[in-house]
């Protein structure tokens, strides 16, 4: 079996290896410059990962895996594009270093330059494949206009905001790790209990992603902080600060909320100090650590030996570790 250090490894030299040598570059040089950007891969590894829990060959299916990284880097390209973000890994964002009409016409591209790769898979396991991204991809664009949708209600209750989550986020943790499965010819119960594994995974990565938006060093996390905050994005800490606030916090929250033209440092620190006042803080963490709690349960289900586990269970657990 492979570690993750050499899955990674691997990884990164398929996606140097891509030729992009279509014209016009102008269209294909942000794309090259979104993926040169580096990210930890957590997708495609833990296909790899969950590919190994069965076989022991996970270089050949290496371009389905790195479909999955184009298509992730894709819609955080379009992402931070909606959320007008600065910042992706430390680094200027595509519309930021070109421009907004570059940013969608070379993201749309991505994406069929992912399913480009994802049809490389096995001619048998083609339509199961595709099923399951097309599906994902449906529910990711879901996940993202019920983010939008949020931006303008108050009253968004903490069950909406992690289903929207799920659609957004998790399911394509989930994805990779069943097609993982799927392309090892893993009986489809394992390939079920990989998918609840990698969805609930993807709910704790989630919502620590909105812990660190607000507790993070923007150093590491590799954009500015306070952006959700700036932008009255409904996170699960603003969700639980408005429904647990007394009247006092609540009319200040509104307030900023509300407020159309906030300087944001000053907007971010008010509202960070709510949600130190009322304990949001802890609260994250505590979810954050039941969700992955789940996920592991779901990962002893699966029927391969304990020590075969090993390399996927370590991994998840030092994706978890980003520093707050």
Not at 155 to 169: A, C, G, N, S
Not at 199 to 208: M, P, S
Not at 243 to 265: C, E, F
């Amino acid at each position: 079996m492979m570690n993750s250090n050499e899955i990674l490894h691997l990884i990164n030299e398929y996606l140097d290896s891509i030729p992009y040598d279509r014209k016009p570059e102008g269209l294909y040089e942000p794309i090259k410059y979104v993926l040169s950007l580096g990210g930890k891969r957590i997708r495609p590894t833990l296909m790899l990962l969950a590919y190994n829990l069965f076989r022991d060959d996970p270089k050949t299916i290496l371009p389905s895996a790195c479909a999955l990284e184009t298509y992730h880097n894709y819609t955080l390209l379009h992402d931070d594009l909606m959320d007008n973000a600065d910042l992706r890994r430390g680094h200027m964002t595509v519309h930021k270093r070109w421009d907004a009409n570059t940013a969608i016409l070379s993201g749309d591209s991505m994406l069929v330059l992912a399913f480009q790769q994802m049809a490389q898979c096995r001619h048998d396991k083609l339509s199961q494949i595709l099923d399951l991204f097309t599906r994902t991809a449906l529910e990711i664009g879901e996940g993202q206009q019920y983010d939008m949708e949020f931006e303008s209600r108050n009253d968004v209750t903490e069950d909406e905001y992690i289903e929207m989550i799920r659609l957004k986020t998790s399911v394509l943790l989930a994805c990779s790790t069943k097609m993982g499965a799927i392309l090892a010819d893993a009986p489809e119960q394992d390939a079920e209990n990989l998918y609840r594994f990698g969805e609930k995974v993807g709910l704790a990565f989630q919502l620590q992603d909105d812990y660190l938006d607000v507790y993070g060093d923007p150093k590491v996390f590799g954009k500015a902080i306070g952006g959700d905050i700036a932008c009255n994005k409904k996170t699960y800490m603003l969700i639980n600060a408005l429904a647990l606030a007394d009247t006092k916090q609540r009319k200040v929250l509104t307030d900023w909320l509300d407020m159309p033209a906030a300087d944001p440092q000053e907007k971010i620190a008010a509202v960070t100090e709510i949600y130190n006042e009322i304990g949001i803080n802890r609260m994250a963490e505590n979810k954050i650590r039941a969700f992955f709690q789940e996920g592991l349960l779901f990962l002893e289900k699966v029927n391969v030996e304990a020590d075969r586990k090993q390399e996927l269970l370590a991994y998840t657990r030092e994706m978890m570790k980003r520093e707050y």
